[in-house]
């Protein structure tokens, strides 16, 4: 069984920065899926962005782009996102996940087979 070890978030004011970190615990056959989604109150969860371990690709929703930057940390399972311009519409519970089920994008929910409990980041206008 895998769990997925999830830290930062917290509160930020708009135009603020946070930075999330989900780490395996342990490993996971190679390639896979490391990614992030959110739900907000009363909207179904999406996807955020995610990587394709171990080779550092990267996607993101369109939300998101340009503002977000996720990266995978050398030698490990972990998965860094880094969250700049951060908009009261970016407030949501965000969910670490990996897996490497199937094929298509690491944007794709059924690419997933863990996930993490969730971490809250609130965005004040």
């Known amino acids: 069984q895998v769990h997925l070890v999830e830290s930062g978030g917290g509160s930020v004011q708009a135009g603020g920065s946070l930075t999330l970190s989900c780490e395996a615990s342990?490993?996971?056959?190679?390639?896979?899926?490391l990614g992030w989604f959110r739900r907000a109150p009363g909207k179904a969860r999406e996807e955020v962005a995610a990587?394709?371990?171990?080779?550092?690709?990267?996607v993101y929703a369109v939300s998101v782009r340009g503002r977000f930057t996720i990266s995978q940390h050398n030698g490990k399972n972990t998965a860094i996102l880094r969250m700049n311009s951060l908009k009261p519409e970016d407030t949501a519970m965000y969910y670490c996940?990996?897996?490497?089920?199937?094929?298509?994008?690491?944007?794709?929910?059924?690419?997933?087979?863990?996930w993490g409990q969730g971490t809250q980041v609130t965005v004040s206008a």
């Open positions: 342990a490993s996971i056959s190679s390639p896979i899926c």
């Open positions: 996940a990996a897996g490497g089920e199937g094929t298509g994008s690491c944007l794709y929910e059924s690419r997933y087979k863990y």
């Open positions: 990587v394709l371990f171990p080779y550092n690709v990267s």
